[in-house]
């Protein structure tokens, strides 16, 4: 099993997230908790990338036609961290 940290803001920020995008993410973090980064990637729906510029080291994965949930696979410690959830918006914050 892979633990899934959620940073503070996207409690907030699923607030204003449609129902749709927050299903999908409670099954995005349901195959990533029980399959890995590697599980995420089989999944063709999720179309998971990497991220570059000030987000390097960082994944995507769709949630939606808007909404992507950005991450990072810690595999040294079998972990994630989700820093947001977002309407395909990659400035940080």
Known sequence: MWPIFEHRRVDRQCVVVPQEALKRYE?????????????????????????????????????????????????DELTFQVMSITAHDYRRP
């Open 27 to 75: 099954k995005w973090k349901d195959i990533a908790a029980i399959s890995g980064p590697l599980g995420l990637r089989q999944i063709s729906g999720f179309h998971d990338e990497t991220l570059s510029g000030t987000w390097k080291g960082h994944r995507s994965s769709h949630l939606g036609a808007q909404y992507r949930v950005i991450y990072r696979a810690l595999p």
